[in-house]
């Protein structure tokens, strides 16, 4: 059996997390912590959550005193954001996760492995908490299209066509799953849209938006 051990105090991740709580800070979008313990035990209470159906590591040994955790290593690949299914596979995915009350935070493409029978597992969930927020719902969202787009930009750039199907298979799977548009709506506040044109080079932002907002035009009192 292979396992991974994952520690909490490394200076890579305290650096990681500064960076991003220092970003969220003016726009207070999602709870982040840098603190060491609390990560851990975020993401020992979310990879442990019986409420929770979305495959998952088996933890086998917490350290709360030296923050880590040996857990099961997933044999497989990371998601291909480039393949429609696999972003639908995602929305339902973060769709499940919400409806059990819990978000994500660091929802980045790399954080899904596709295991070798094509199961997808969720291997990260140190920035995760419980919440039924709307906003930290569209958060999750927020991060896996913003890295996922940057993860194709090349592919996306070459044919805007395919890029717009695919980013809309993966909202209107979300919207459909989860019977609500809510979240979605809200990444077309300011303080989202904002950051798509700061994170996501053009013309991407600007698909992005026209994607999104075509969805919700079209779903908006239909779920």
């Known amino acids: 059996m292979k396992l991974v051990l994952k520690t909490y105090g490394k200076e890579a991740g305290i650096v990681k997390w500064f960076l991003v709580s220092t970003a969220n800070t003016f726009i207070n979008l999602y709870p982040f912590t840098m603190n060491p313990q609390v990560r851990l035990m975020r993401e020992v209470s979310f990879m442990r959550a019986r409420e929770i159906s979305v495959p998952r590591p088996e933890i086998y040994l917490v350290n709360y005193v030296k923050p880590s955790l040996y857990r099961e290593y997933v044999e497989g690949e990371t998601i291909d954001p480039s393949y429609p299914q696999d972003m639908e596979i995602i929305a339902e995915t973060l769709c499940s996760i919400h409806q059990s009350g819990y978000a994500l935070g660091d929802s980045k493409y790399s954080n899904f492995i596709k295991s070798r029978e094509n199961v997808i597992y969720v291997i990260d969930a140190e920035q995760s908490t419980t919440t039924l927020s709307e906003t930290h719902q569209a958060w999750d969202l927020f991060v896996y299209m913003v890295t996922s787009s940057l993860k194709i930009y090349g592919k996306a750039v070459r044919n805007n066509a395919v890029y717009e199907k695919t980013l809309s298979s993966f909202i209107s799977r979300y919207v459909e799953c989860l019977k609500s548009t809510k979240p979605v709506e809200e990444l077309l506040k300011p303080s989202f849209t904002a950051l798509f044109s700061t994170l996501v080079p053009p013309p991407l ?19």
Do not use: S
């Open 205 to 223: 932002n600007l698909l992005m938006y026209k994607v999104i907002r075509g969805l919700v035009d079209t779903n908006k009192g239909d779920v």
